[in-house]
């Protein structure tokens, strides 16, 4: 088992600044994948960004390209999601999600409690 635990939401004016943190604990060896994940009210869950544990590979969704980036300390099993230039449509409850992936198995996630993001003037 994976424990996720998110923290650094909050209410930012638009074209502001906010740095989300995601520590780790538990079964960390098993974790081949990071990310960060969004859900607006009433939209569907939205991958935001991925970063390989091994390798640092990352990826975006195209709406935070060169806005976003996501990074990682393996020593203290934490992610980081550092976001700029934030836009009202980034409102959302962000969550973070460690991902073990299994040769013909289903991937395995875990998911933390979430941490809310509000932009607004």
């Known amino acids: 088992q994976v424990q996720l635990v998110e923290s650094g939401g909050g209410l930012v004016q638009p074209g502001g600044s906010l740095r989300l943190t995601c520590v780790a604990s538990g079964s960390i060896f098993s974790i081949d994948v990071m990310g960060w994940y969004r859900q607006a009210p009433g939209k569907q869950r939205e991958m935001v960004a991925t970063i390989f544990t091994s390798g640092g590979g990352t990826t975006y969704a195209d709406s935070v390209k060169g806005r976003f980036t996501i990074s990682r300390d393996n020593i203290k099993n934490t992610v980081y999601l550092q976001m700029n230039s934030l836009k009202p449509e980034d409102t959302a409850v962000y969550h973070c999600?460690?991902?073990?992936?299994?040769?013909?198995?289903?991937?395995?996630?875990?998911w933390g409690q979430g941490t809310q993001v509000t932009v607004s003037s």
């Open positions: 999600n460690a991902a073990t992936i299994r040769i013909a198995e289903p991937t395995i996630h875990y």
